[in-house]
């Protein structure tokens, strides 16, 4: 089975604080995709890094980062120095071939964790 | 370029209704995939179409319907409305080449459907 979990629902901390957001997934295929969306309360949901199973390499992007680790099935996602504007809900998805149909795929999302950060 | 676009934004109906909601993807993207999501919780696969083909299927009803037309844009058609069918509906749209698990899928703003 193919799963997504993101055990914390809701984090609250205070701006310029760094922050974790937890992900773990399930998946028997070698091959898959692992990907961070933000939702702002608008509901439109945003693009932020997609990472391939063969890449453990971790990444920067200004004050995000993400740490991905195969042996403990982790794909978490940090926030350096906190905004008021960070404050969203915050999706790990995983995108694995639909072999049951050939040129198929789905995202599978997990319940997602809410960032609130306070001024 | 414009991102993917959805109509209508908001939407009110009464159980056993029939809704058409309606998506435009990214100029260029062939793929538009339709998620349901329920307050509280994470975006549900319902459909993925590629080239006017429906090539993925999550586990919804038969009440549940899409298509795909000539210009890639796609309606999701939802019958015999139940209170349980109200949540945010996202398109994404994908796939300049074919769909492939790997590329990245982006999002409209959503339509909000509430059923009374």
């Known amino acids: 089975a193919q799963k997504v979990t993101q055990a914390q629902t809701e984090i609250s901390v205070v701006e310029k604080e760094d922050v974790t957001l937890d992900c773990v997934y399930e998946?028997?295929?070698?091959?898959?995709?692992l990907f961070w969306y933000k939702q702002p309360p608008s509901g439109e949901l945003v693009f932020l890094i997609r990472?391939?199973?063969?890449?453990?390499q971790n990444e920067i992007s200004g004050r995000y980062s993400w740490n991905f680790q195969k042996s403990t099935s982790s794909f978490n996602f940090t926030i350096t120095a906190s905004q008021v504007v960070d404050s969203a809900v915050y999706f790990c998805a995983l995108s694995v071939h639909n072999k049951t149909m050939d040129s198929s795929y789905k995202l599978i999302f997990g319940s997602g964790t809410r960032l609130l950060v306070r001024p | 370029d414009a991102g993917v676009t959805q109509s209508p934004t908001h939407l009110i109906k009464t159980r056993g209704q029939q809704v058409t909601l309606r998506c435009s993807p990214i100029?260029?993207?062939?793929?538009v995939s339709w998620y349901q999501q329920v307050l509280g919780q994470g975006p549900q696969f319902i459909f993925q179409?590629?080239?006017?083909?429906?090539?993925g299927r999550g586990n919804f009803p038969d009440r549940f319907s899409a298509r795909q037309f000539p210009n890639y844009s796609s309606e999701l058609n939802v019958n015999a409305l139940l209170l349980g069918d109200s949540a945010l509906y996202l398109c994404a749209s994908s796939s300049r080449t074919g769909p492939h698990f790997q590329e990245t899928q982006y999002f409209g703003p959503g339509t909000r459907l509430l059923v009374l």
């Open positions: 100029s260029g993207h062939k793929s």
């Open positions: 179409y590629y080239e006017k083909e429906e090539r």
């Open positions: 998946t028997r295929d070698t091959t898959y995709y």
């Open positions: 990472r391939n199973s063969f890449d453990e």
